[in-house]
T-cell receptor
Framework: KAGVTQTPRYLIKTRGQQVTLSCSPI?????VSWYQQTPGQGLQFLFE???????NKGNFPGRFSGRQFSNSRSEMNVSTLELGDSALYLC???????????????FGAGSRLTVL | EDKVVQSPLSLVVHEGDTVTLNCSYE??????LLWYKQEKKAPTFLFML????IEKKSGRLSSILDKKELFSILNITATQTGDSAIYLC??????????????FGQGTTLQVKP
């Protein structure tokens, strides 16, 4: 059974550019969450999608956006990149829609973004 | 403000030692606390704790929750070099129970030397 797949694994951008990251959840998982991980802040929640709808949102500026497709694959986009956006972006999926255990997440290996 | 604090932030031990990692939390309407292990990139799930005083155990790892004192500990006995990793503690965000929205601590980086 394939795990959570994130692409690209590494990318380098310059300030002002935009970036799109992709996440394919485990087959059958309908919930996809995104997290930003930096050395100073740890893992911070960006947003969660379920059945193509944003179910939860973290405290990030509007430059961070996402979407989910009918096959549960998800993308996140960051526009007008800033140096502080350099981070590991982790995607996670869950097999339960709601109820106990729905927050037990399976994470992908992440996309390492460097902004120069 | 809801928050999760882990201590220590880093720890170096030798193989065979026993370690205790701490996680304290302040969150309204607490429902569950989770532990993850992050070795290279992808955090992997270890335990979920919802009830106070009930120990969860998996091999050399165990964890317990104290809901009165608002903390959890993760114990690793007879440590091995393969236990070297970042250990992450997280709680459900208030108002988002049983969803993918978690509040994470900063993690404890454990290094086990041969």
């Amino acid at each position: 059974k394939a795990g959570v797949t994130q692409t690209p694994r590494y990318l380098i951008k310059t300030r002002g550019q935009q970036v799109t990251l992709s996440c394919s959840p485990i087959s059958g998982h309908r919930s996809v969450s995104w997290y930003q991980q930096t050395p100073g802040q740890g893992l911070q929640f960006l947003f969660e999608y379920f059945s193509e709808t944003q179910r939860n949102k973290g405290n990030f500026p509007g430059r961070f956006s996402g979407r989910q497709f009918s096959n549960s694959r998800s993308e996140m986009n960051v526009s007008t990149l800033e140096l502080g956006d350099s981070a590991l972006y982790l995607c996670a999926s869950s097999h339960l829609t709601r109820g106990s255990g729905a927050n037990v997440l399976t994470f992908g290996a992440g996309s390492r973004l460097t902004v120069l | 403000e809801d928050k999760v604090v882990q201590s220590p932030l880093s720890l170096v031990v030798h193989e065979g030692d026993t370690v205790t990692l701490n996680c304290s939390y302040e969150v309204t309407n607490f429902r569950s606390l989770l532990w993850y292990k992050q070795e290279k990139k992808a955090p992997t799930f270890l335990f979920m704790l919802t009830s106070s005083g009930i120990e969860k155990k998996s091999g050399r790892l165990s964890s317990i929750l104290d809901k009165k004192e608002l903390f959890s500990i993760l114990n690793i006995t007879a440590t091995q070099t393969g236990d070297s990793a970042i250990y992450l503690c997280a709680v459900e965000a208030p108002g988002s129970s049983n969803t993918g929205k978690l509040i994470f601590g900063q993690g404890t980086t454990l290094q086990v030397k041969p």
